[in-house]
C-alpha cells in the first residue's frame, strides 16, 4: 500500500520493500516530548519504548508541538465554607452577651452548632467585618505625671 503523498511513495521505493511509515498520534507526540523534557529520557530509551527507530523519534522531537499538561486533581481537603447566613448567625451570638465576647470563635461556632478551626472562623468573621482584638493596657494619669507632662509641654511651646 503506496501513501496518497508523492513524496512519502518516493521516500519508500527508494528505501525498499523493507521500510514501514510510522504514524503518530497526537497523544503519542506529546508523550514522547513530555519523556523527553521532563522526565529526561534520552531518545534511545523513548525510542525502546514506543517500539519504533530512533530517528522517527528524534524527528518528532525537533516538531514545535502545543504543550499539553495533565490535568491534576484537587489537593487536600476541601475548604470549609460558611453561608452568609451562618456568619451573620455566629456574629449575633458572638455580640449578644458580654460573657459571649470573651469567649473563642470556636466556643461561639460550637453554641450555634457549627465546626470550624480557629483560622477558618477568624477569616470569615474579618470578611464580614467582625474583628477582635485585645485592648491595650492605658496607664492611669497621676498627679505627678499630669505635672510633668504640663512642665514639658509648656518648656517646648512655640
Same mark, same amino acid.
Given at each position: 500500500? $503506496? ?5 512519502? %511513495?518516493?521516500? /519508500?521505493?527508494? %528505501?525498499? %520493500?523493507?521500510?514501514? $511509515?510510522?504514524?503518530y498520534s497526537l497523544n ?7 519523556? #523527553?523534557? +521532563? ?6 530509551? @523513548?525510542?525502546? #519504548? ?9 524527528? @518528532?522531537?525537533?516538531?514545535? $508541538?502545543?504543550? /499539553? ?21 455566629? /456574629?449575633? +451570638?458572638?455580640? !449578644? ?10 466556643? @461561639? !461556632? ?23 482584638? /485585645?485592648?491595650?493596657?492605658? #496607664? ?12 514639658? %509641654? ?5
Open positions: 500500500m $503506496l501513501p496518497a503523498n508523492p513524496i512519502q %511513495a518516493a521516500a /519508500i521505493a527508494q %528505501a525498499g %520493500a523493507g521500510y514501514t $511509515l510510522y504514524k503519542d507526540k506529546v508523550e514522547c516530548q513530555t519523556l #523527553y523534557r +521532563h522526565a529526561e529520557w534520552p531518545t534511545t530509551k @523513548i525510542a525502546k #519504548y514506543f517500539n519504533r527507530p530512533t530517528p522517527s523519534i528524534q524527528t @518528532i522531537l525537533k516538531q514545535n $508541538l502545543p504543550i /499539553i499538561h495533565a490535568p491534576t486533581a484537587p489537593r487536600g481537603r476541601p475548604a470549609l465554607k460558611f453561608t452568609e447566613e451562618q456568619i451573620n448567625y455566629m /456574629i449575633a +451570638h458572638a455580640t !449578644a452577651l458580654q460573657e459571649n465576647k470573651r469567649k473563642t470563635l470556636v466556643q @461561639i !461556632a460550637q453554641e450555634c452548632g457549627y465546626r470550624g478551626n480557629e483560622k477558618t472562623l477568624r477569616k470569615a468573621f474579618a470578611a464580614f467585618g467582625y474583628g477582635r482584638q /485585645i485592648a491595650r493596657k492605658k #496607664y492611669t494619669l497621676t498627679a505627678v505625671y499630669r505635672a510633668e507632662r504640663l512642665a514639658f %509641654a509648656l518648656a517646648h511651646a512655640h
